[in-house]
């Protein structure tokens, strides 16, 4: 399973980003628990949103709801307006091999991972 991201740059406090991630070799009979999680330099590596592929269910970090939109047509997307400093940090990607649990999904569970794709915000 490969997943590649897209999308990131640098941007105003204020302004907008989309990122994107293309998964390919996924051959699991399950639809995948997809997720984006950020990291920045010093801190642990934290989850974004998550989107349930098969239902649809999402799930938005307190830091980034109402700003950040998740979807999945084709492709994994992160739609990201309003950014601020804070948003700063390495954005990845990821899939679990089965569904997102009811609740949280452990990160272990995330099998497969990007690469990255950094956002600056200044």
């Known amino acids: 399973v490969q997943l590649v991201e897209s999308g990131g740059g640098s941007v105003q406090a204020g302004g907008s980003l989309k990122l994107s991630c293309e998964m390919s070799?996924?051959?699991?009979?399950?639809?995948?628990?997809m997720g984006w999680f950020r990291q920045s330099p010093g801190k642990e590596r934290e989850e974004v949103a998550r989107?349930?592929?098969?239902?649809g269910n999402t799930y938005y970090a307190n830091s980034v709801k109402g700003r950040f939109t998740i979807s999945q047509v084709d492709q994994l997307s992160l739609h990201m307006r309003d950014l601020n400093v804070n948003d700063t940090g390495m954005y990845y990607c990821?899939?679990?091999?089965?569904?997102?649990?009811?609740?949280?999904?452990?990160?272990?569970?995330?099998?497969?991972w990007g690469q990255g794709t950094q956002v600056t915000v200044s």
């Open positions: 990821a899939a679990t091999e089965r569904g997102c649990y009811a609740t949280a999904t452990p990160i272990d569970e995330y099998k497969f």
């Open positions: 989107i349930a592929t098969g239902s």
């Open positions: 070799g996924y051959t699991y009979t399950s639809k995948p628990c």
